[in-house]
């Protein structure tokens, strides 16, 4: 199914509409025969975990700001919330012994992002480690930098629009991260990085939500929120 993508701008955020629980977004479109309307694994005092529309894999989550924030991790680090942040993403990657490709297509101001999405999110990804090492090795083509976790923050507030990847191991040192300056770059690239390498010929959420992937990922442990039998449907 495609969606109706007048709703990705009905509310000033779709994402910010979905996190309020809003039953005319556009995951409450998806699994509206489900009567969904919103999905949270996992929630802090900043930042919450949502099923990504148009998911890759089963798994494939967001890490999003409550806030409406142009980025995540540049978010985190200006912000003192770094340890929130990543006690967040380990405690939701604990739910699975997959490896995990994270990534994230930001920018440092609001309105002149070149992400589809303005409201920052991080992609969270269960792979393979061969998969891994061929988004790795696609990035690699791209003369993507290689650099340390902890410096991603100063790369990414370097440049307008940014994108970063990297594995867990990176977020203790264990491992480098890969980044690209988004100049150039179209929306939505590293989801076709990601697609090819899994074997995938959909990697647009606004053609192919992927909605069977969806529904298997929100069985990962998200708490659900329920339209009642009454209300409208969106």
């Given amino acids: 199914m495609s969606l109706n993508l007048s709703l990705h701008h009905k509310h000033r955020c779709s994402i910010c509409a979905e996190l309020a629980g809003k039953d005319d977004t556009l995951l409450a479109q998806l699994l509206l025969d489900e009567r969904i309307v919103s999905a949270v694994a996992l929630r802090t005092e900043n930042f919450a975990v949502i099923p990504s529309i148009g998911a890759l894999v089963a798994g494939h989550s967001l890490i ?17 919330l770094l340890d929130e942040l990543l006690g967040l993403l380990t405690r939701h990657t604990a739910l699975n012994k997959s490896s995990y490709l994270l990534f994230e297509h930001g920018t440092t101001s609001l309105g002149n992002s070149l992400c589809s999405t303005e409201h920052g999110h991080l992609h969270v990804l269960p792979l393979r480690a061969d998969q891994l090492e061929g988004v790795f090795a696609q990035l690699k083509a791209r003369d993507a930098e290689l650099t340390q976790f902890s410096e991603l923050p100063k790369r ?58 969806v529904k298997a990922t929100i069985k990962w442990g998200f708490v659900l929120k329920t339209r009642s039998v009454s209300a409208e449907p969106c």
């Fill in 156 to 213: 990414a507030r370097e440049e307008k629009n940014f994108i970063y990847a990297c594995d867990l191991n990176a977020i203790c040192g264990e491992s480098l991260a890969y980044v690209l300056p988004a100049a150039g770059i179209p929306s939505q690239f590293l989801r076709q990085v990601v697609a090819n390498v899994v074997g995938s010929n959909t990697w647009n959420w606004k053609v192919d939500p992927a909605k069977d992937l």
């Fill in 64 to 80: 999003v700001p409550l806030s409406h924030e142009p980025n995540v991790l540049l978010h985190a680090k200006t912000n003192g």
